[in-house]
């Protein structure tokens, strides 16, 4: 069994050690950061604080894009489109990680606290009871503050939070 996480896209593209995890694992992304994917790459904002870095990561956006509209991945995310919620077929990434995309719908539950991508991110994570992984340590604090019913693991515990899955399921 893999350890699922939803998160976004670009977090593929930003920390490349999510596609060779210690496990397996599948990462449920929200179709809205797929979109967001191309308004990054056409951005001329930095990502980065370095050039080099954001350079590297644009580069890897580019090719994440490249990747997802290839005619069998298209095909796979075209067709869960067509309902809310409905998820697409496994996107292999690499020997042990494949994402799954969600047509996520934001309903405005958390309007008021988090930005559209952040509530689809929440509402997916509540309705498929998986884990949130994220680098935004303001989004963690406003979750826990919030009182958000979900789970969150920043993402400098990535490792830890693959080994918890395990020490949960062997005990």
Avoid at 43 to 66: A, G
Wanted: proline share 5%; net charge negative.
């Amino acid at each position: 069994m893999s350890r699922q996480f939803v998160t976004e896209a670009v977090m593929m593209a930003i920390y490349g050690e999510l596609l060779v995890p210690g496990g397996p694992v599948e990462y449920i992304v929200p179709y809205s950061t797929v979109l967001e994917l191309y308004e990054l790459r056409d951005s001329d904002e930095p990502l980065m604080n370095y050039q080099e870095d954001d350079t590297h990561v644009k580069s890897k956006i580019k090719e994440l894009i490249t990747y997802f509209e290839e005619p069998l991945n298209q095909k796979k995310i075209n067709r869960c489109l067509t309902m809310p919620w409905a998820k697409s077929s496994t996107i292999l990434l690499g020997g042990q990680a494949q994402m799954v995309i969600i047509n996520s719908m934001d309903t405005a539950t958390y309007g008021e606290l988090f930005d559209p991508i952040e509530t689809e991110l929440l509402l997916s994570s509540q309705r498929e009871n998986v884990p949130i992984l994220t680098d935004q340590f303001e989004l963690i604090q406003r979750i826990i503050e919030g009182g958000v019913p979900v789970q969150v693991y920043d993402i400098d515990d990535f490792d830890y939070a693959m080994e918890e899955e395990n020490f949960r399921r062997s005990h």
